[in-house]
């Protein structure tokens, strides 16, 4: 989903342009003095791996355009690329997202939407629009490279979050009403339709398949999928579905869509793991979170910085990690920057359901 990628975005570019000008600085005063190996006759500022980075690509590529914002794309995209495997499933997936964003593009840019993407690729580090979906395989290899050191680092990242936000999987039946305080005689009629249904024993999904006024989530089986403590829902929605235990079903509530009945479909841990928007928000609760697990494998990588030693503490800065790689406190950020994914977070379910659904369930405040 569209929506499961924007979770992870790379660190933000606004904010760093004072932190770019001081290394750039510090680079040009320096850029003669650079210690020991060289390639082709230029000076290597660091490498990762195999991979030499030299002077001039450093100085061309990334200080010029992009300063410090720069040199974390490049550094991330050398850590992630090589360290997970490209599979099939990476590449079908990454080629639907790039022809869905091209779409997305047309409609909204008509014979500008190249320029525009283009515009929005080079915000993250790609220089041509045929790279659109190598992007989408780099934020699926992201992703896969965070879940996995989640999972290995489960002790001391999960409990934490799942105290907090109490995440879960929930499913609802809505009946639609005009005035929720004094429904109707044919209001109260179909919530008794579900009342009865239920108490026969028939299975709430199929009840809510066929009885449902949500249309988002009645043909999900009345899932709205993946929430916790932070989702957009209206207070009685939220604060009832996040008081129920697995496999519980609530009383009738009441919002200002109607009457709602919940059953809360998951909540038990290990089973969240098996969705991958449990990882997404583990992402969002820890934000120094992708940062620190592409700098870690970057020094399994045997990341150097030849001695610039202002470089990498200004990155390290930037990343939101200090020089013994805990966090500290993260660039800046905005909801105006343009990405290839399109307009911003209030399209977040766009791909999946209007926004009127997106109201029928459980509401946004």
């Known amino acids: ?69 720069g040199v974390y794309q490049f550094m991330e995209k050398a850590v992630v690329d090589p360290s997970i495997e490209t599979t099939e499933e990476m590449k079908t997936q990454a080629q639907s997202y790039a022809d869905s964003i091209t ?42 490279m965070i879940k996995d050191y989640i999972n290995v680092h489960a002790d001391e990242y999960i409990p934490a979050y799942v105290e907090a936000k109490k995440p879960r999987i929930v499913s609802h039946i809505l009946i639609k009403m005009d005035d929720p305080a004094n429904p109707t005689e044919e209001e109260t009629n179909r919530v008794n339709a579900v009342k009865d249904a239920l108490a026969s024993g028939r299975d709430f999904g199929e009840v809510a398949q066929e009885l449902s006024e949500d249309s988002g989530s009645a043909v999900q089986n009345g899932s709205i999928g993946y929430m916790d403590a932070d989702s957009q829902l209206v207070s009685p929605f939220l604060e009832t579905a ?24 998951v909540s038990d841990t290990e089973t969240l793991k ?12 820890y934000p120094n979170l992708q940062p620190k697990v592409v700098w870690e494998k970057a020094q399994e990588m045997n990341l150097d910085f030849k001695g610039n030693d202002e470089l990498q503490n200004k990155l390290l800065i930037y990343m939101g990690l200090n020089e013994k790689d805990e966090p500290e406190t993260q660039p800046e950020t905005t909801e105006n920057t343009e990405n290839p994914e399109g307009q911003g977070e209030d399209q977040n379910n766009a791909e999946d359901q209007n926004g ?10």
Do not use: R
Request: aromatic share 14%; proline share 1%.
């Open 1 to 69: 989903m569209l929506q499961t990628l924007k979770k992870y975005w790379f660190v933000c570019l606004v904010g760093v342009l004072l932190i770019g000008a001081s290394i750039y600085f510090a680079y040009d005063q320096n850029k003669g003095k650079l210690p020991g190996k060289s390639v082709g006759g230029e000076d290597v500022v660091f490498s990762i791996g195999d991979e030499d980075i030299t002077a001039g690509e450093f100085y061309d590529t990334l200080f010029n355009e992009m300063g410090v914002a």
């Open 242 to 265: 996040l008081a129920m235990n697995e496999g519980e079903v609530s009383e009738w509530i009441q919002t200002t869509y109607g009457w709602h009945i919940i059953k809360c479909d």
């Open 274 to 285: 098996g969705y991958d928007e449990f990882y997404d928000a583990l992402a969002t609760y």
């Open 103 to 144: 779409a997305q593009y047309q409609s909204t840019y008509g014979d500008q939407y190249k320029e525009m993407l283009l515009t929005a690729l080079n915000g993250v580090g790609y220089s041509k629009l045929s790279e659109l979906t190598d992007y989408f395989i780099h934020i699926q290899k992201t992703q896969q």
């Open 356 to 365: 009127e659904n997106n109201g029928e369930q459980g509401g946004n405040e």
